[in-house]
């Protein structure tokens, strides 16, 4: 048995993760802790507060009574909008506080975009302007080539959780670039799990999406190697 915890803030798409548990192997395990959102918007000073050392301390004494093995704080706006400096201080303080290995989705899309053989991305982010130019910022300076950029300009991450199939899809499709190895959906609260396959026919090429690398990126520091289909190049089959 493997078991990666998650910290999830308030509730969007958080029901990715039973969906992808089932689509793994049967011995992982996916427990997922909500923390408390505090405002819900995507505004560079709620993001920094939604990511407080405070708040991500609150979950971690219930993920160590699940058996987690690793940590990752599933969200990617409330970790990159520190910098890439502050984001890894944020892990730092969150594995000495869990006393396990810890991440964040934003250093999950660094690790993953190596780990499917991509040095360019287009990033199609639900994010106002602002906030994913710090996204942007954050994968350059983690060493990925960022060679388009979209933002839809939504605010909350409630709206965001309402997307379905057709608004993602076509996401992925707007913000794609003839010279991107693989394109990025940031968004821990859109929903993802249920469309990879079709998103890579799509666009023809690697797209990884926020729960997607957060599992994964748990997976990794756990030290388990996982499959599944319908979960992407990242998580596919080694030929």
């Known amino acids: 048995m493997t078991t990666v915890g998650l910290l999830y803030p308030g509730h969007s798409a958080e029901d990715d993760y039973p969906r992808i548990e089932m689509l793994l192997d049967t011995d992982i ?3 997922v802790v909500h923390t ?6 995507h505004r560079v ?8 050392p405070e708040r991500l301390a609150a979950g971690v004494e219930e993920l ?3 058996g987690a093995e690793s940590v990752v704080w599933a969200c990617t706006s409330g970790s990159f909008v520190r ?12 594995a000495l506080a869990a006393g396990l290995p810890a991440s964040s989705t934003s250093f999950a899309f660094a690790h993953a ?4 053989g991509a040095g360019r991305v287009a990033v199609a982010a639900t994010y106002p302007p602002d906030v994913a130019g710090y996204f942007c910022a954050f994968l350059k300076a983690t060493g990925t080539e960022v060679v388009a950029e979209r933002a839809e ?4 991450a409630a709206e965001v959780g309402t997307w379905g199939r057709d608004e993602v899809l076509a996401l992925a499709r707007a913000g794609d670039h003839p010279d991107a190895e693989a394109v990025l959906l940031p968004d821990t609260a859109l929903h993802t799990a249920a469309h990879l396959a079709e998103l890579e026919e799509a666009v023809g090429k690697p797209v990884l999406t926020a729960n997607q690398v957060t599992v994964w990126e748990g997976l990794r520091l756990a030290e388990r190697r996982a499959w599944g289909d319908g979960l992407g190049t990242l998580f596919a089959r080694p030929r």
């Open 83 to 94: 910098g890439r400096d502050g984001a890894h201080e944020q892990i730092r303080t969150l």
């Open 36 to 41: 408390d959102i505090g405002e819900d918007a």
């Open 45 to 52: 000073d709620a993001l920094l507060d939604m990511g407080s």
């Open 113 to 116: 975009v190596r780990a499917v």
């Open 64 to 66: 160590r009574l699940s």
């Open 29 to 31: 395990r996916l427990p």
């Open 153 to 156: 300009g939504i605010v909350t």
